[in-house]
């Protein structure tokens, strides 16, 4: 893996920020797109911009090509059985929203338990404490060890003959702590359970086979994996989708209208109602390629690599607090004694230096901290020590800035 030839692929990255050449280290909320990916939708809206599966035009055909064969790069990128089993949403949230609003609440009822963990993002969580209260159903959460991690004897525990669903985050995106999917959905299976796994932190940096952890649903976003923002993919297996009744209604998803019933396609299209995310399907196709060009389990040595050299540098700092286990992905999740996040993130700013600063969309894990917000770096595959250096420098800096001024 060249890191050179790979950070000639990111247009962004090559700015000055504040007069300091750009350092982005905020991953984890959203990564930069390759010239790959740019072109590929550039030459959509240039060339072949047209509706798809409605028209017989050439036009309509190319866009149509280009949208499911999008589908099917997906489907191999995760090993589904099926592009039936591949649906398109806005996003991870829009994809877990789905799970509950139609899985859940058809198959939910008083004295039922969903269990989930502290560390969730609270796009997994909402819409499982919408769909508790609606159906009279219990929300659970399994506890995590003191380094941020799951015990599996934790999760025989919780987990009971009347919890109906399990839904769990691969990768988190505070901790960096990289969950037993595979384990913990045997356990959910044993006692009757559906496993739902949030997996936007993870199919960017991983190799994601949805047939070998056997998990029901699988959801991730697009623009977490150098694609596009604005879309996303639900996997479900195919026996629980066809059960499954659609969440929005009109266009694409329509059979049949008569005057007072309908009748929806079959799958994976009677989920995307209206024009379907043409763009960003193809654009997401390209960065699997792109992905894939360089190699799945590459990127992930490459980040541990990354993370672990990070964390040496960086626990060497006095003062410091790190959060989350030594074994992680690549991200660290941190505090600075006396200064706010928010605080040491403008600092960094003005040193060309991007980090995330706040409760990362995780309030129920920063109350399990003992913090109301952290400061986090997040790396990807076009990331490199000399940055990781920078941004310890910075760090630094910051804590004589305050120093001096209280």
Known sequence: MNIHDIRKQFPILDQ?????????????????????????????????????????????????DGYEGAREKVRRFINAKSTQEVIFTRGA????????????????????????????????????????????????YIPLQEDGTINLQDVEATVTSNTKIVSVMQV???????????????????NGAIMVVDGAQAAPHMKVDVQDLDCDFFAFSAHK??????????????????????????GEMIDFVGLYESTWKELPWKFEAGTPIIAGAIGLGAAIDFLEDIGLDTIEK?????????????????GITIYGPKNRAGLV?????????HDLSTVLDAEGIAVRAGHHCAQPLMKWLN??????????????????DKLVAGIIKTKEYFSNVF
């Not at 072109?39 to 035009?57: D, F, P, Q, T």
């Not at 988190?172 to 044993?190: M, R």
């Not at 690599?305 to 006095?318: C, P, T, V």
Request: proline letters at 3%; hydrophobic letters at 35%; a negative charge.
């Open 16 to 64: 000055q920020v504040n007069g300091r050449d750009l350092v982005y280290l905020d991953s984890a909320a959203t990564s930069q797109k390759p010239l790959q990916v740019i072109e590929a939708l550039s030459k959509y809206y240039h060339e072949y911009n047209s509706n798809v599966h409605r028209g017989v035009h050439t036009l309509g055909t190319k866009a149509t």
């Open 93 to 140: 949230t829009t994809a877990l929203n789905i799970v509950a609003q139609s899985y859940g609440t058809a198959n939910l009822h008083e004295g039922d338990e969903i269990v989930i963990t502290y560390m969730e993002h609270h796009a997994n969580v909402i819409p499982w404490q919408q769909v508790a209260k609606s159906t009279g159903a219990t929300l659970k």
């Open 172 to 190: 988190s995106n505070v901790l960096g702590t990289i969950n037993p999917i595979k384990e913990i959905t045997k356990i959910a299976h044993k």
């Open 225 to 250: 994996m150098c694609g596009p923002t604005g879309i996303g993919v639900l996997y479900g297996k195919k026996e629980h989708l066809e059960k499954m009744e659609p969440v929005e209604f009109g």
């Open 302 to 318: 490459y980040e541990h690599e990354l993370a672990s050299y990070a964390l040496d540098k960086m626990s060497q700092i006095e």
């Open 333 to 341: 999740t941190f505090n600075i004694e006396d200064v706010h996040p």
């Open 371 to 388: 913090v109301s917000a952290t400061a986090r770096a997040s790396f990807y595959l076009y990331n490199t020590e000399e940055e990781v």
